[in-house]
């Protein structure tokens, strides 16, 4: 019995000094997040690895401390709860640090979603480039970031713009009595308080301006009375150099701060009473010679369109209808919408017979054809319908689906301004929206395909079914063996639409543009708006030139083509072109294909699409001025 005593006394001895028979091992408190959030830079794209703390505000007390993930998030954290007021501070170079006021709430952390401010500077001077005396009152602003930040140069020049972030920068330079200078800085470098050119002494960039040319431009109607309140823009193609005026009651205007090395500048002149450019349609020769020019042009008064868009049956008028004018589909056409009683107007008519094509979501398009006349009224009125839908299949020879073909409307009525389009899904099936009653026609691309062109939609019928046959072109695509970057390109002789004959080994010392395309191309029209840009910047240049090589079969066709679109450079097609003739020589199986021909005759790029293309011209261009 004493040894049973000693084994109970022992155990209760452990009991009392170790507890483990009484209760559990207290549990260490979790971290629990205080304060979350994000912080983000101009773009709103996340900032990583900002350090944020998290300070008491009555005491000081540093209390937690995160850094940024690549998204810009963070949670700072504590093991105790907490409450009462803090600091977030917020640090990461090269932002200013930023501090935001929060309470804590253990049970419903704070959330904070800040941007960082950018902590670069860019500081300089502005001189004169004849004799480097300080323009005083110069306006330097800066462009980076979908934002901008200016500064007045003082009496010695020197200007400085802050709080700028990491982003490239575009340069805009101002002062009376001085060209414009515009231009890029590149990236406003992150760990350095100020940005400058490689050629500039540190710590400031120079920026020198020369003596202005000034143009008077005066705008007249068809009587040489001035016309006020013309808008007029006005573009250095050369420069990329863009103004924007109005007329003043007397007709007149002033384009000044231009480059006195300007030779031409194209304008485009809008007003709602008169015949407006779609383009810049109208040049300017500047003088060699002169600082300063006059120029007057004219005007040709327009016509008005007004009406009423009912719907048939109510005869009630509909709003937001688009009544536009013109023969295709265009964003330069004039154009209104009807009111919310169905009333329109549409100004700056040209004169004659014209074409108004009405769209209105859930109702069949309406056209009509009427004559305007000089500084008057025409009235046309359209009782809309409900619209149909027109569905289909696109398969191929073997009757499988065929995914992502473009389906297009294109003549209706003998015009094309439906506008209409569809893309086939999985399965080839595709429909066409708001599609009119009568006949109209479309056509079907898909690249590997050969297109399917004005293939007709009947009145009364909404289903169709359209087989695509393989481009042996596009399968022999890896056969083609164009030649190549450092090649001579291969000679031809061409004869275009309007009868002109080009060598191309004329053509030497010229940088030549060569697009081998079709208007039955899906992807070539997708690089129109491309050439048209390289077109607008450089097509006046003495040293360049543009052709395009249709591998179309209607020459008449093409040539309206080219002309709705204002296609103004070379165009060559069909046997008497030679168009199927240089494309052989250069291995074009496929289309588009573009190539860049330098001066000395050599290919310089090929595959050339979207922003590549206007960049590759751009280089090449700027490299021969540099010679």
């Known amino acids: 019995m004493a040894k049973n005593v000693l084994c109970i006394a022992i155990c209760l001895l452990l009991t009392a000094t170790t507890g483990f028979a009484q209760k559990a091992q207290p549990e260490t408190a979790k971290p629990r997040p205080i304060v979350v959030g994000q912080v983000y830079d101009y773009v709103g794209a996340g900032v990583a690895d900002a350090v944020v703390t998290v300070t008491l505000k009555s005491t000081g007390e540093k209390i937690g401390e995160a850094r940024t993930d690549r998204l810009g998030d963070f949670a700072v954290q504590s093991d105790k709860p907490l409450r009462g007021s803090a600091v977030v501070h917020v640090e990461r170079a090269p932002y200013k640090p930023l501090d935001i006021a929060v309470e804590l709430d253990p049970d419903n952390p704070p959330f904070v979603a800040e941007e960082l401010v950018g902590a670069i500077a860019c500081c300089g001077r502005v001189i004169d480039d004849r004799d480097e005396s300080p323009i005083a009152g110069a306006t330097v602003t800066l462009s980076a970031a979908y934002r901008q930040w200016s500064d007045r140069a003082d009496p010695d020049g020197h200007f400085c713009i802050r709080d700028l972030p990491p982003a490239p920068a575009q340069f805009t330079v101002e002062a009376e009595g001085y060209a414009r200078e515009t231009g890029n800085i590149g990236d406003l470098p992150a760990n350095a308080a100020t940005t400058r050119p490689a050629s500039q002494p540190a710590g400031q960039i120079i920026f020198r301006l020369k003596p202005e040319r000034i143009v008077h431009l005066t705008i007249t109607d068809g009587k040489g009375s001035p016309i006020p309140r013309v808008s007029v823009e006005a573009v250095d193609e050369q420069r990329a150099d863009y103004r924007h005026v109005i007329t003043g009651d007397d007709g007149k205007v002033d384009l000044r701060g231009l480059s006195f090395d300007a030779r031409k500048l194209s304008l485009r002149l809008s007003h709602a009473d008169y015949v407006s450019g779609t383009d810049f349609d109208r040049t300017i020769d500047l003088p060699a010679d002169a600082a300063e020019s006059q120029h007057t042009f004219t005007m040709a008064a327009a016509g008005k369109l007004t009406g009423t868009i009912m719907d048939a049956e109510s005869r009630a008028g509909v709003m937001g209808a688009r009544v536009s004018v013109g023969e295709v589909v265009s964003d330069f056409t004039p154009r209104a919408w009807s009111d919310m009683n169905g009333k329109y107007t549409v100004s700056g008519v040209a004169p004659g017979e014209v074409v108004v094509t009405v769209h209105l979501s859930g109702y069949a398009p309406q056209l009509r054809t009427t004559t305007v006349e000089a500084g008057d009224e025409a009235r046309v009125d359209f ?245």
Request: negative net charge; charged residues 25%; hydrophobic residues 40%.
């Open 383 to 627: 009782r809309m319908s409900p619209a149909r839908t027109i569905a289909g299949t696109v398969h191929d020879a073997d009757g499988k689906p065929v995914a992502g073909a473009h389906v297009a409307a294109t003549k209706w009525q003998g015009h094309e301004t439906l506008g209409l389009q569809a893309m086939t899904g999985p399965s080839g099936r595709f429909e066409i929206l708001d599609a009119p009653l009568d006949t109209f026609s479309v056509s079907i691309y898909k690249p590997g395909f050969k297109p399917l062109i004005d293939r007709p939609i009947d009145e009364g019928r909404s289903d169709y079914e359209f087989s695509l046959a393989v481009d042996e072109r596009a399968s022999r695509q890896a056969e083609a063996k164009g030649p190549a970057v450092g090649e001579p390109a291969p000679t031809f002789k061409l004869t275009t639409l309007d009868g002109k004959t080009i060598d191309l080994g004329e053509l030497r010392g010229k940088t030549v543009l060569l697009d081998f395309w079709a208007t039955w191309c899906g992807p070539c029209l997708a690089e129109l708006p491309n050439m048209q840009a390289v077109y607008k910047d450089y097509g006046s240049r003495p040293d360049f030139v543009m052709i395009g090589i249709s591998l179309d079969s209607d020459a008449d066709a093409l040539r309206k083509f080219v002309k709705d679109r204002q296609m103004g450079w070379n165009h060559a097609c069909c046997e008497a072109g030679h168009a199927e003739e240089i494309a052989e020589k250069y291995g074009v199986f496929a289309i588009p294909s573009i190539y860049l021909i330098g001066p000395d005759g050599k290919i310089v790029a090929t595959d050339l699409r979207g922003a590549a293309l206007q960049q590759a011209v751009r280089e090449r261009l700027e490299s021969t001025d540099s010679r």
